[in-house]
């Protein structure tokens, strides 16, 4: 949700800019822009839509403009004022140039104070109040530096901004929650929205800590505290991933991050395994206590991880676990007395809600745990304790690979809370592990029936509306098989639990409404099997995605698509882990088949870093 980059001291400046912009489109954008200083003068290039706009016309430009060595640049996912050129960022001020993500709370305010200076707004931008303090206040100090030290004292939120002035090769840099990171070059220096955009330009980064603030030119960066004090953060050794940004022959990268599951999850799988009879994770750690509860806080299609997190950890270990939505917990004044520990999940690790959600939980005194994709993110870095998913870059806005690893990750939690309690013996672990190690190749058996999705798909690719429904530990994924389907092909769906329909949900059942469900053995199959003689009493068209045991009871229904059976006792353990892939694949091609933008669904963004 907006990339920031600015660059300082290498030639042909915009180029490179327009490069880190290009990888960092997974984070969703409706525009973006550059600003650049050419002989003492700030320019800019701006477009609406995607980055191939910007592009033509950074193209028509590029031979007067190679000389340029200092750059920012920036994609915009609007928060405040509409998709137009006026609020496209770069916003200018006189001699200033501002790039930001994140919101400033108190923009309203500044915007009235300004405006009694005689101050004439030109965007209907939170942002545009940093621009005009800082010509203000570079009237006043006639230092670049100081004025941008004393808006940062006078603005308030979450947020991310890089600024330059006319009257020097220097770019200001400024951290409040949203993540930026600083990328070392030889003879310049790189800023970012996150590591991964400006890797293949630099071999160290500096990441900047919460409160932190920053000058750079080609050769030096110092950097400052919340408190003003000048300090040396760690510089990170990190490598290229040149497969980044390749679809390796998919059409989609969504198409290939699904399909590539079975080999990324081996890494998940293989960062878990201790030994034969032991997992990798550490309860105490995590400060698991007795007669404590765990909270799990979690977004979107990670707290749909965390709901089936839930039915797991409380399965084997018997500990009582609270499900919560990060952007509800901490406005909620939420009790902590009989809980000692909340788990986090986030993909990119910066999610602004799940980060806000785990300070209050460090407030509360409780300790934290990150599930995370990305090392030294922001809610790694703040974490006591966290254990990565390992399924290396998603770029795909809705989440495949990074679901299926959290979910691996969260089973593997319960298995050993549940030895630490006691309340699972080693050799069931030890069976667990050896089938564990089986669910990628499994995986590639479900991703074989490919065909049989797309017939699906195409089946259901003209509703207006779809139901998903799912018993037990299968519910969220009826869930998350609905906001797969709604984000990606924007028709209205919904998930509910199977024994939910007579509650209200079965009012919606019409004749031929698609109804979609995901079934296993686990003991509570005969009351989904009579949920779906209700449903299509009443007219529903059921799409049933379930196991051979389930399907030879069923013979009213006429759609049906045979999961292939698993070792029969953890087979609806790992069901949801299974049924990720039909969730997926049936998105993905009701979304194909009516030609929407499947790897940036409008209105969405991979790193959601404002509230």
């Not at 330059?164 to 990328?183: C, D, K, M, Y």
């Not at 290939?256 to 309860?283: A, C, M, W, Y």
């Amino acid at each position: 949700m907006c990339g920031i980059v600015g660059i300082v001291g290498k030639l042909n400046a915009c180029k490179s800019a327009l490069n880190v912009l290009k990888n960092l489109e997974y984070r969703g954008y409706d525009s973006a822009g550059l600003a650049f200083l050419q002989k003492n003068h700030l320019n800019t290039i701006k477009a609406l839509g995607k980055l191939n706009e910007l592009k033509s016309k950074f193209e028509i430009l590029e031979e007067g403009i190679k000389d340029v060595s200092i750059a920012i640049g920036h994609t915009r996912w609007a928060t405040h004022g509409k998709v137009i050129l006026e609020n496209t960022h770069p916003i200018l001020s006189k001699n200033v140039a501002v790039v930001h993500n994140g919101i400033i709370e108190n923009h309203d305010q500044i915007r009235l104070e300004l405006k009694e200076k005689d101050v004439i707004f030109e965007t209907t931008t939170d942002t545009e109040v940093i621009p005009h303090l800082l010509s203000i206040s570079m009237k006043n100090t006639q230092n670049f530096f100081d004025a941008c030290v004393s808006v940062v004292n006078k603005i308030e939120g979450a947020y991310a901004f890089a600024a330059i002035h006319s009257l020097n090769e220097e770019i200001f840099v400024a951290r409040q929650t949203s993540p930026l990171v600083i990328g070392i070059g030889n003879e310049y220096n790189i800023v970012g929205s996150d590591a991964q955009s400006i890797s293949q330009m630099v071999d160290e980064v500096i990441y900047l800590n919460d409160g932190d603030y920053a000058i750079l030119n080609k050769t030096q960066i110092q950097i400052y505290d919340s408190d003003n004090k000048k300090v040396e953060r760690e510089k990170i050794n990190i490598q290229s991933n040149l497969n980044f940004l390749n679809k390796d022959g998919f059409k989609h990268f969504m198409e290939k991050e699904i399909h590539e599951q079975p080999n990324v999850l081996i890494n998940t799988i293989g960062s878990l395994i201790r030994d034969e009879n032991d997992l990798n994770i550490f309860p105490e750690k995590m400060n698991i206590q007795k007669n404590c509860g765990i909270t799990i806080c979690a977004a979107g299609t990670s707290y749909y991880a965390a709901m089936v997190g839930k039915y797991w950890i409380e399965k084997f270990s018997s500990i009582p676990v609270n499900v919560e939505l990060s952007s509800e917990y901490r406005y909620r004044s939420p009790a902590s007395e009989m809980y000692s520990c909340m788990i986090v999940i986030s993909q990119s690790g910066e999610s602004i809600d799940t980060l806000m959600a785990m300070r209050e939980a460090k407030k509360l005194n409780l300790k934290t745990m990150a599930i995370t994709n990305v090392e030294h993110s922001s809610i790694d870095r703040e974490a006591d304790y966290s254990i990565y998913t390992h399924v290396g870059p998603e770029v795909g806005v809705a989440s495949t690979k990074s679901f299926t690893s959290q979910l691996i990750v969260l089973l593997s939690i319960a298995m050993k809370i549940g030895m630490y309690n006691k309340k699972i013996t080693t050799e069931k672990c030890q069976d667990f592990i050896q089938n564990l190690k089986l669910v990628p190749n499994f995986l590639s058996k479900i991703l074989s029936l490919n065909k049989e999705f797309i017939n699906l798909a195409q089946a259901i690719k003209n509703s207006r509306n779809i139901l998903y429904l799912g018993r037990g530990v299968l519910y969220p994924l009826a869930l998350e098989g609905a906001l797969k389907l709604k984000e990606l092909s924007y028709i209205h769906s919904e998930g509910f639990a199977a024994g939910e329909m007579k509650h209200g949900p079965i009012a919606l059942i019409e004749e031929g409404l698609p109804i979609i469900m995901f079934l296993t053995s686990d003991g509570m199959e005969e009351k989904s099997i009579s949920n779906l003689q209700e449903a299509i009493a009443r007219g529903g068209k059921v799409f049933l995605i379930s196991d051979q045991k389930n399907i030879n009871k069923i013979s009213f229904i006429d759609n049906k698509v045979l999961i292939p059976s698993f070792q029969e006792t953890w087979n609806d353990v790992f069901s949801p882990i299974f049924m990720s892939i039909p969730a997926q694949l049936i998105a993905y091609h009701v979304a194909r088949e009516r030609g929407t933008d499947i790897d940036q669904p409008r209105n969405l963004a991979k790193s959601v870093t404002v509230e």
